[in-house]
């Protein structure tokens, strides 16, 4: 079982900056490939940004891209989300998932995640 508790939410005019944080829970966090998600208001949840075991690989979504970076820090367990040039439309509550397949390619699909964080707000102001 492992645990996601996100961080790093809050209140940003929009052309600025936020960096989310998702720490886990349990030793095998190198063996996850790791997601964001979003779901902004009176949307479905969507995908964001991905990335595989070891860092090899990353995806984001077209809105996204060129904007937003996803890394992760094995060491201490945990995965962000650099966040720049935040616009209005990137208001949303974000989450982290983790995928404990063993694919090489991460995934964009949210029923592909098995463990999910609680969320944090993100509010880009104008």
């Known amino acids: 079982q492992v645990q996601l508790v996100e961080s790093g939410g809050g209140l940003v005019q929009a052309g600025g900056s936020l960096r989310l944080a998702c720490a886990a829970s349990g030793p095998t966090f190198n063996m996850y490939t790791m997601g964001w998600f979003r779901r902004a208001p009176g949307k479905e949840r969507e995908f964001a940004a991905a990335i595989s075991r070891g860092s090899r690989i990353t995806y984001y979504a077209n809105s996204v891209k060129g904007r937003f970076t996803i890394s992760r820090d094995d060491a201490k367990n945990t995965v962000y989300l650099q966040m720049n040039s935040l616009k209005l439309e990137d208001t949303a509550v974000y989450y982290c998932?983790?995928?404990?397949?063993?694919?090489?390619?991460?995934?964009?699909?949210?029923?592909?995640?098995?463990?999910w964080g609680q969320g944090t707000q993100v509010t880009v102001s104008s």
């Open positions: 998932a983790a995928d404990r397949a063993f694919g090489l390619y991460p995934s964009r699909l949210q029923s592909e995640y098995d463990y």
